[in-house]
């Protein structure tokens, strides 16, 4: 259709049957994207989804929390099975971690594909994401998966009242591991955010600049040409 970046299109189908009913499509509308903006629709994902592995990462503190909690309890000699709902809720809460990361690594790969059906492949962007989702697809199938099998092993034995303090410590130490491997992702997509922020900032800049210095040649010339108008009626 030879589309501009800026042009937006409505369209939709229709068909006439033997008894002469028409029938109508839902309306399509179709926004051409400039490479800026698509790249600036790009950014603000990013920053929703930094924004939701935040969330995400204060959970996972809440699960280590709450397993703390129980190991103390534990080491004071606390009856284990009277625990069992602080091991029942630290299993969900991990739970809530990895559904929360496989659903992270999913629209990064929406995201990414995006870019590539737009002929974007060479975007700076592109290949930061595809790194950043199979790091998020490794976190949660070595160290997710793992951990929350150890809390489903842990939930069980507490309300057995079978669990002792330092199986409750070892529960600690992979759920610190996930938490440490979640807050350098974090961190990352902070870092890589923040560059694209100054950068923008800085492009924004360069392009008023020059705008201004056009703008400024352009009455420069008018008022020579108004000198030269006057210089020679004279």
């Keep these: ?54 969330e995400t990462l204060t959970v996972q503190r809440d699960v280590r929390r ?6 103390e309890a534990l080491s004071t000699g606390e009856d284990a099975s009277d625990q069992a709902p602080i091991a029942r809720q630290a299993r969900t809460g991990q739970d809530r971690v990895s559904t929360r990361i496989d659903d992270a690594a999913e629209r990064l790969e929406t995201i990414s594909n995006r870019l590539l059906r737009n002929r974007m492949s060479d975007a700076e962007e592109l290949d930061w994401i595809q790194s950043l989702r199979e790091n998020l697809d490794n976190i949660s199938k070595d160290t997710m998966a ?67 210095e056009e703008r400024v040649e352009e009455r420069v010339r008018q008022l020579l040409g108004g000198e030269d108008e006057s210089e020679g009626g004279n």
């Design 66 to 71: 709450e397993l703390e909690d129980l190991a």
């Design 146 to 212: 793992p951990v929350r099998e150890k809390l489903d092993q842990l939930a069980r034995r507490t309300a057995q009242g079978e669990v002792s303090a330092a199986e409750a410590e070892e529960a600690i130490f992979e759920v610190r591991q996930a938490e440490n491997q979640l807050g350098a992702v974090v961190s990352d997509i902070q870092e890589w955010g923040d560059m694209r922020t100054m950068i923008r900032k800085i492009e924004e800049l360069i392009r008023t600049e020059k705008d201004l």
């Design 1 to 54: 259709w030879n589309l501009e970046p800026g042009q937006r299109w409505k369209y939709r189908a229709e068909a006439r049957d033997a008894l002469d009913q028409i029938g109508v499509s839902r309306t399509w509308i179709l926004s051409i994207l400039s490479q800026e903006e698509l790249e600036r629709v790009t950014q603000d994902e990013l920053t929703l989804l930094r924004e939701r592995l935040e």
